[in-house]
């Protein structure tokens, strides 16, 4: 008989390694609690005897599946793939396993998602929420006694742990910059208005404007999905306004929303920044070490992870207080071609 087919328990690998069951049991779900010695030799015992921990059997002694969940808008969006890994780097040192989730700014499929995921009794909840609707969503998962931690968004009377960024103050950072190089029509390509990060932005964008003595022009506002198309719509609409009118930049509210609006200026043969200088928010760090060409604001995406990950873990294992913590994680802004900085100092 092959040796994989037979079926190795958890007395087999105390055998092997010359330990008891308990102290195998330790090794697997709080290894930090066991001397490095007797770890190894039990790692190595399930190693070599090729063992599974039964994690359904687990989950029903202790109450845990060793699961928590990551529910984000659009894991292809840069911002969002960097923060799964911050998570997943957390889980996986606490012997953690992760599922992930995309809600694509809808709040029924998020509600959806959360729904299947309780009744697979995750042990707890990562998630940036859709919009300010979430919270009905979020108090299901408060009523299950499941803890939760919020992503990248803040909602108005939810009281959590949360990892946010400072999203007013780097939309008036971007738009600052914009205006220190001489530009006063500025446009904005934002999300929509019910999700807190686009809310935050315009409220930076129109600070900026105004603390220069300029009105918010509504025509040169787009709110919609933080889409790559919405940002390529985005742009033609704007496009389409008398040319008098049309803002001499753009400030995009997320990365993909200034690769649609690239890509909508191309089309119509115009070039940035020569024809419209174009900033955003995120950074895209595979493009930007090909070709550094993007005026971002950057956020440090991996500690949104991390940290959130780590704020989940401590709740789970009640090593805090009832007290919510709130961390607002600062951008940077980093100067690049797509401002048009560069033209303006060879012109000088």
């Known amino acids: 008989m092959h040796e994989l087919s037979v079926i190795v328990t958890i007395q087999d690998v105390a055998a092997r390694a010359r330990v008891s069951a308990m102290t195998v049991s330790r090794v697997i779900n709080s290894p930090a609690r066991v001397a490095p010695t007797t770890r190894q030799r039990v790692e190595q015992a399930i190693q ?16 845990r599946t060793r699961t928590i969940a990551l529910i984000v808008s659009d ?32 709040f029924e499929k998020e509600r959806q998602y959360v729904t299947a995921l309780l009744s697979k009794r995750i042990d707890g909840l990562l998630i940036a929420p859709a919009s ?42 971007l738009t600052g910059h914009l205006l220190s190089l001489g530009h006063r029509r500025i446009g904005l390509i934002n999300g929509q208005r019910d999700v807190p990060t686009a809310r935050d932005r315009r409220r930076g964008y129109e600070a900026a404007l105004r603390e220069h ?23 033609q609409q704007i496009l389409a306004l008398p040319l008098e009118r049309r803002p001499t930049a753009i400030f995009a509210s997320n990365n993909f929303l200034a690769v649609g609006a690239i890509e909508a200026l191309r089309a119509a043969n115009l ?65 690049r071609r797509s401002c048009g900085a560069q033209l303006v100092r060879r012109a000088e």
């Open 48 to 63: 070599e005897l090729h063992y599974v921990p039964n994690a359904l059997a687990t989950g029903l002694v202790k109450g």
């Open 213 to 235: 003595g300029i009105t918010p022009d509504p025509a040169l506002i787009i709110e919609s999905s933080y889409r790559r198309e919405e940002g390529y719509r985005a742009m």
């Open 75 to 106: 894991i292809s969006n840069p911002f969002f793939t960097i923060v799964v890994r911050g998570v997943e780097d957390v889980a996986q040192r606490n012997g953690y396993t992760v599922i992930l989730g995309n809600s694509d700014e809808s």
């Open 271 to 335: 070039a940035v920044p020569a024809d419209i200088a174009l900033v955003c928010f995120d950074d895209i760090e595979l493009a930007s070490a090909l070709d550094p060409f993007l005026t971002v604001v950057s956020q440090p995406a991996r500690s949104f992870g991390t940290i959130a990950a780590q704020f989940l873990f401590e709740r789970l294992d009640g090593d805090v207080g009832r007290q919510p913590r709130r961390v607002v994680l600062t951008p940077e802004l980093i100067v």
């Open 132 to 173: 300010g609707d979430s919270r009905a969503t979020l108090d299901m998962v408060s009523r299950r006694g499941s803890p939760y931690v919020l992503i990248d968004r803040d909602i108005d009377g939810v009281i959590a742990d949360s990892v946010t960024g400072d999203n007013i103050g780097g939309a008036t950072i």
